[in-house]
């Protein structure tokens, strides 16, 4: 496999790329497959992307396709479709390769995810720090609306007498708005709250009608899998090795950190964390030796310094003790890298970006926070270690304790640097007090 990205537009080589205009997409191919869509069944295009397996690129790694088909039967109102580009995961910036440089890509599969699932409108929620990213994606919206693709004519001027609205949503640079139902509230135009579930946004999303949420990159495969069918989607990635989904296709993936060329690349799930670093970004900067990797946004947790040979795909979860893969984004450390003040800045992170609405993760993020500046500037005790790992584990969905899995991010970074490097945490300690008793 060469280093050559499949995404139709954007070169592998950073000096080469630049945006690709609505003429440049159309002569390279693009729409083309909308075109074909539209002489498809909807029922039929469901049915693609659920064979070819595609799963969710945004984090959950749910699949497309199954998603689509939980939406109930169009009844003559309005449903939608919505758009995660919020992308505020830290170290997580491939999403914003595609709205960069080739944001028809991604609107191509808006229109054809649309007329699959019979839906109306289209808002694409994207981050609100990303100004420049926001103009690039409304003036493609725009090409795409005067050259018919978007409108009241129906889809590609008129071959289809389904007709879709889409619409730019600028996000308030809340983190919590990267979770499905917090972007519905911010698109709704309330305060970023995430939803208690169910009822789940296929059946009552915005505005309490069916609603798809999908993320970019998602999207962006779409055309692609449409193009060269189901088998040649398959041929990139693997089989899960533990029995479980496969990991199909190629994905984006961000490595940043200590490596010596930081950047976006396409390669297959699977591909294993050492070759992602040493034969992509160049290798560990300055030679040094790995210590570790937050393997896809600092929610998912860590890889050890052992796990160097992690194969990057769903199955990552529970095979290394992460929460999952995520967005597949890495960020790399080197063997002089403080773990707990590693540790101690994603607990900051979380603790502001906590919507509060639950008291486990108001409160718990909080804690975590002030137990790791204690421990990091040599004032805590070897007690703290432990309730700070008890504070972790009582708070998060999978205890059951909170509306949704912010608090789960929290919890898992905290508790997989602790665990994977406790002794680096028991040598800033304090040796625990023990209790003074009189004498008998």
Known sequence: MDKQYLMRNIPAKRE???????????????????????????ADIVSTIKDAELRGRGG???????????????????????????????????DRLLVDFDPHSVIEGIAIACYACKLDAAFFFIRGEWAEQAKVMQDAINEAYANGIFGKQGLMNGASDFAVECTLHRGAGAYICGEE?????????????????PPFPAVSGLFGRPTIINNVETLAAVPLILEHGVEWWQSFGCESSIGGAASYGMKLMGVSGHVNNPDVFEVPLGITLRDLVDNYAGGMKDGRAFKGAIAGGVSMGILGPDQFDAEMDFDIGRKYDVMGLGTACPTVFDEKTDMIAVARNI?????????????????GADWIYKLLVRIESGEGHLKDLDQLLEVAGSMGIMPG????????????????????????????????????????
Do not use: H
Request: charged content about 25%; overall charge positive.
């Open 347 to 363: 607990a900051r992170f979380f603790k502001n970006e906590s919507c509060g609405q639950c008291t486990p993760c108001r409160e």
């Open 16 to 42: 080469d790329r630049k945006l690709v205009s609505y003429a440049e997409y159309v002569e390279r191919g693009g729409y083309e497959m909308l075109k074909k869509a539209l002489l498809m069944q909807p």
């Open 60 to 94: 959950a790694g749910f699949p497309c396709g199954m998603k689509w088909s939980f939406l109930p039967e169009a009844d003559g109102k309005p449903r939608y479709l919505c758009i995660n580009c919020d992308e505020a995961e830290p170290g997580t910036f491939k």
């Open 401 to 440: 304790t909170t509306i949704c899995g912010l608090s789960d991010g929290n919890n898992w970074a905290v508790r997989t640097i602790v665990n994977k490097y406790r002794s680096e945490f028991e040598a800033r300690c304090k040796p625990s007090l023990v209790p003074v008793t009189a004498n008998p």
């Open 181 to 197: 139902t917090a972007l519905l509230e911010a698109v709704e135009g309330k305060r970023g709250w995430p939803r208690i579930k």
